[in-house]
């Protein structure tokens, strides 16, 4: 791949730090496992980065790589996500860390869910100026508008925007959120945990990320712990809801802008 050998070959460009890197780094293997992008590991000695080949799709999928670039800028000082080395809007190369993906049994271990909320509150700590609270309806809404008539059939697309309208008209601490925090994008290693792919990531529901783990009793950090408790179970209610559309719309997209790019390759 060309963009992949033009990204090598400017190794030199990579924020490495002194000595990390001593002649260009050689293409290891592609990683499997994203539906998005191609992501490779390269390595020179020891040295292991990972170079990510942008899709060209992004922005029809809700992707923005200047505010993903912003976020990951400043998580960096957090230890939450991989240290970038390079950055375009076309490519992504970034420190390689040893680890897994989260497990089913991570989810039922005290300690591990304990990491994982401290993690989400080191995320939401950080405060974040140059970007507008994300407005749910009009993020669905351009999902919705890809996918034509056929999608109203199924009875989903005012769920959804339901859903969303009632989230964006809630009164809650807008705050760095993943938006994708599936099992996939935890890694764990051994000096903690590590979040993958901030594509999605933008300034959103503090309880959303949590959500996808705890299901009820989410951390005091992540909700209004003023808030009446029947108000509470509505707000979360909603959250679910949405959360749910989004990656189901997701989806729908992926697999659309997939069979147009077969299509035209026959």
Same mark, same amino acid.
């Given at each position: 791949?060309?963009?992949?050998?033009?990204?090598?070959?400017?190794?030199?460009?990579?924020?490495?730090?002194?000595?990390?890197?001593?002649?260009? &780094?050689?293409?290891?293997?592609?990683?499997?496992?994203? /539906?998005?992008?191609?992501?490779?590991?390269?390595?020179?000695?020891?040295?292991?980065?990972? %170079?990510?080949?942008?899709?060209?799709?992004? #922005?029809?999928?809700?992707?923005?790589? !200047?505010?993903?670039?912003?976020?990951?800028?400043?998580?960096?000082?957090?230890?939450?996500? &991989? !240290?970038?080395?390079?950055?375009?809007?076309?490519?992504?190369?970034?420190?390689?860390?040893?680890?897994?993906?989260?497990?089913?049994?991570?989810? /039922?271990?005290?300690?591990?869910?304990?990491?994982?909320?401290?993690?989400?509150?080191?995320?939401?700590? %950080?405060?974040?100026?140059?970007?507008?609270?994300?407005?749910?309806?009009?993020?669905?809404? #351009?999902?919705?508008?890809?996918?034509?008539? $056929?999608?109203?059939?199924?009875?989903?697309?005012?769920?959804?925007?339901?859903?969303?309208?009632?989230?964006?008209?809630?009164?809650?601490?807008?705050?760095?959120?993943?938006?994708?925090? %599936?099992?996939?994008?935890?890694?764990?290693?051994?000096?903690?945990?590590?979040?993958?792919?901030?594509?999605?990531?933008?300034?959103?529901?503090?309880?959303?990320?949590?959500? /996808?783990?705890?299901?009820?009793?989410?951390?005091?950090?992540?909700?209004?712990?003023?808030?009446?408790?029947?108000?509470?179970?509505?707000?979360?209610?909603?959250? $679910?809801?949405?959360?749910?559309?989004?990656?189901?719309?997701?989806?729908?997209?992926?697999?659309?802008?997939?069979?147009? $790019?077969?299509?035209?390759?026959?």
């Amino acid at each position: 791949m060309q963009l992949l050998q033009q990204t090598l070959a400017n190794w030199r460009q990579w924020d490495t730090g002194s000595g990390e890197l001593t002649a260009q &780094p050689t293409l290891v293997r592609e990683l499997i496992g994203g /539906r998005t992008n191609r992501s490779f590991l390269v390595a020179q000695d020891n040295f292991k980065t990972v %170079v990510r080949i942008n899709a060209l799709n992004g #922005a029809s999928l809700g992707i923005d790589r !200047k505010r993903e670039g912003l976020i990951l800028e400043l998580l960096q000082p957090t230890g939450a996500v &991989p !240290k970038v080395l390079f950055r375009t809007d076309e490519v992504l190369v970034s420190v390689f860390h040893e680890g897994r993906q989260w497990r089913e049994e991570d989810s /039922r271990s005290t300690q591990q869910m304990a990491a994982l909320n401290q993690l989400l509150q080191r995320i939401q700590n %950080v405060k974040i100026t140059q970007l507008q609270r994300r407005n749910y309806v009009q993020y669905c809404q #351009a999902y919705i508008d890809q996918l034509g008539s $056929a999608f109203a059939i199924e009875g989903l697309q005012q769920t959804i925007l339901t859903a969303a309208a009632a989230i964006d008209a809630a009164d809650w601490p807008a705050v760095i959120c993943h938006h994708d925090l %599936v099992p996939e994008n935890i890694l764990v290693t051994a000096d903690g945990l590590i979040v993958l792919d901030w594509e999605y990531a933008a300034l959103g529901h503090p309880a959303l990320d949590a959500l /996808r783990f705890h299901k009820t009793n989410l951390p005091s950090s992540c909700v209004d712990i003023g808030m009446r408790p029947g108000r509470l179970n509505e707000s979360l209610r909603q959250l $679910a809801i949405l959360l749910r559309g989004m990656d189901d719309l997701w989806s729908l997209v992926q697999n659309e802008l997939s069979e147009e $790019a077969y299509e035209q390759s026959t």
